[in-house]
């Protein structure tokens, strides 16, 4: 059974800065892509980014470009999120997900498309 695991949630100050990491559990084989997105009470999963594990290429959401980062792990299927500048408005529930389907139905944006996804874990960004 595929499993992925986040780690590195918790709390930060305003301006303060977080890294989050994802592995995947099970997969035997290698992710295409893997990505960070986040959701607050009562709002739809919103977009973070998208790395391409093939070129090592990453897809951001305007409003993460600049002060978010999505990178490889150092082991197979991992990605990292690292979080700078934090804002209290960036207090979420941050979730990593990744594809293993056909190419052609693959929209980076979309949660829908991904087809695993970690349990989250909780960030608290304190003014």
């Known amino acids: 059974q595929v499993q992925l695991v986040e780690s590195g949630g918790g709390s930060a100050q305003a301006g303060g800065s977080l890294i989050l990491t994802c592995a995947a559990v099970?997969?035997?084989?290698?992710?295409?892509?893997m990505g960070w997105f986040r959701q607050t009470q009562g709002q739809e999963r919103e977009w973070i980014g998208t790395l391409d594990f093939r070129g090592d290429v990453t897809y951001y959401a305007t409003d993460a470009r600049g002060r978010f980062a999505v990178s490889q792990g150092s082991a197979k299927n991992t990605v990292t999120l690292h979080m700078n500048s934090l804002k209290p408005e960036d207090s979420a529930i941050y979730y990593c997900a990744a594809y293993d389907g056909p190419e052609r139905t693959f929209r980076r944006s979309n949660p829908a498309t991904y087809t695993y996804w970690g349990q989250g874990t909780h960030v608290t960004v304190s003014s």
């Open positions: 099970g997969y035997t084989s290698d992710f295409n892509y």
